[in-house]
């Protein structure tokens, strides 16, 4: 009997083992196959000028469409992918998603737009730093876009070593947006050490407006630093007129959000270009 016992205890410890392995490697295996496999997509959201309304430029996001799970959502797999150390070779696969993208993205887009690439902080101080984006800057056509990489402050600790970055990304011609402003502990910081290019305000600032009275005079004040900075703002999640006609006459620079269009793949925003050009 206590052999038996000793056996189904060991079974029960041995399936417990396989279990808690399963599932602390399944997620990062499922990334890496998911990469190799073909389940990862981009979306692209257009930004637009708020003096005229013409289009700017678009920022890609990326998308997981998981066999079995369906899709995940980018807040889940990002910070997902940056704990676990993948984010390097899933930004990989994103600039070569891109690339793929290249030829259509240059029949709806106008010359010089923006093209807006997130980059987590930890791959400014990662060795292959340069290389992947001297890559991904060898297969875009010319000057014809204009790359910004939008960055948030999470994570962002390696100061001296995000200066130097930072420089030679301009040196490159590539801009810099300030992600998500608002919502980190360390913002204002973060202006006053690094010269950047946008201050891309968090939605929920935007959102906010015409539902929460203290809202206007905090955007006022973020949008004045931006402008003495010589920062350009970008307000994101956009969703209703009110909030347009609060930012056009609040002269942030350009907006993006639903109110415009969600992020559509390649085929989709083609369309929705040639659209709105021709209204
Ligand atoms: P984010 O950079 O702040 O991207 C904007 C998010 O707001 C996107 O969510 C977009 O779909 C959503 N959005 C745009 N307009 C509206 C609107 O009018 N209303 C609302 N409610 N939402 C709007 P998404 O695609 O789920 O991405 C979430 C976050 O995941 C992104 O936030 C970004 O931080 C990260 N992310 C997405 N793709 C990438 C990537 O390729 N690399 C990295 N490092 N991060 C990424
Ligand atoms: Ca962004
Ligand atoms: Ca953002
Ligand atoms: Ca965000």
Redesign the pocket.
Known sequence: LTVLGSLVLSLMVGVLCYYTLMLRQSPERALMRGIRHGEFFVEY?PVFHTATSAIAGI????RWQHPTEGRI???LF?PYAEDEGL?IPL?RH?FSIIITDIPQLVQAMPRGAKLG????PSHLNAPSFHDDVSQLRAKLPGDYFTLLF?I?ERGMVEEENALAEFDWLHRQGIEIAV??FGTGHSALIYLQRFTLDYLKID?GFVNAIGQDTATAPVLDAVISLAKKLKMRTVA????TAEQVSFLQEHHVDYM????FS??LRIKALMEFCFDYQAT
């Open positions: 959201q920022e890609a996001l990326l959502s980018p807040d990002i984010i930004t994103l690439i997130n980059l987590s939008e948030t992600d998500d939605r994101e999640g956009v969703e993006q959000g639903y109110y969600k992020p």
